[in-house]
T-cell receptor, first 112, second 111 residues
Framework: NAGVTQTPKFRILKIGQSMTLQCAQD?????MYWYRQDPGMGLKLIYY???????DKGEVPNGYNVSRSTTEDFPLRLELAAPSQTSVYFC???????????FGEGSRLTVL | GENVEQHPSTLSVQEGDSAVIKCTYS??????FPWYKQELGKRPQLIID???NVGEKKDQRIAVTLNKTAKHFSLHITETQPEDSAVYFC??????????WGAGTKLIIKP
């Protein structure tokens, strides 16, 4: 199993550009999450999904959108990038509502 | 909503000594409390977790204790080793799929 795979690992965007962070898992997990981690801080939940076709907002959803058309994939869309979105983004999945989160390697995004 | 505070932000201990990291939470409905370890530039990984129906859980050199009345939980690492150096995060969760994370503790093991 590859676990949780995120792409790209690094990206530099200009203010106002848009992009999609890709996330895929091969563990047949229903629950998937997108977090952002700012330097020296904990993780903030952006969006989560409890299954294909179902998504919901987390703590910090503004400026982002997600979709979940399949169990495996959970892309995160950044519209009109702003410097405040400079962060490391982690995708994660879990088998149950509570229990171990399996994280991807992270995507480091810089908005200039 | 839930709020999680974690202390200290940095902890430096001598190799072989014990380390204790503490977290407090605000929502008495929270029922799941994991601890994650994040090495520099790596992804967070679960090291231990505890549910609200248990007061203590141990796994080799790592233990977690939970005091529901006081709404705090702690991570204990005994006989610390250089590979324990990392940032440790606590988190708390109700049943609504959202983990609320502490800000992290940087643990430094001095040789």
């Amino acid at each position: 199993n590859a676990g949780v795979t995120q792409t790209p690992k690094f990206r530099i965007l200009k203010i106002g550009q848009s992009m999609t962070l890709q996330c895929a898992q091969d563990m047949n997990h229903n629950y998937m999450y997108w977090y952002r981690q700012d330097p020296g801080m904990g993780l903030k939940l952006i969006y989560y999904s409890v299954g294909a076709g179902i998504t919901d907002k987390g703590e910090v959803p503004n400026g982002y959108n997600v979709s979940r058309s399949t169990t495996e994939d959970f892309p995160l869309r950044l519209e009109l990038a702003a410097p405040s979105q400079t962060s490391v983004y982690f995708c994660a999945s879990s088998l149950g509502v509570t229990g171990e989160l399996f994280f991807g390697e992270g995507s480091r995004l810089t908005v200039l | 909503g839930e709020n999680v505070e974690q202390h200290p932000s940095t902890l430096s201990v001598q190799e072989g000594d014990s380390a204790v990291i503490k977290c407090t939470y605000s929502d008495s409905a929270s029922n799941y409390f994991p601890w994650y370890k994040q090495e520099l530039g790596k992804r967070p990984q679960l090291i231990i977790d505890i549910r609200s129906n248990v007061g203590e859980k141990k796994d080799q050199r790592i233990a977690v204790t939970l005091n529901k009345t006081a709404k705090h939980f702690s991570l204990h690492i005994t006989e610390t080793q250089p590979e324990d150096s990392a940032v440790y995060f606590c988190a708390a969760s109700e049943s609504n799929y959202q983990l609320i994370w502490g800000a992290g503790t940087k643990l430094i093991i001095k040789p």
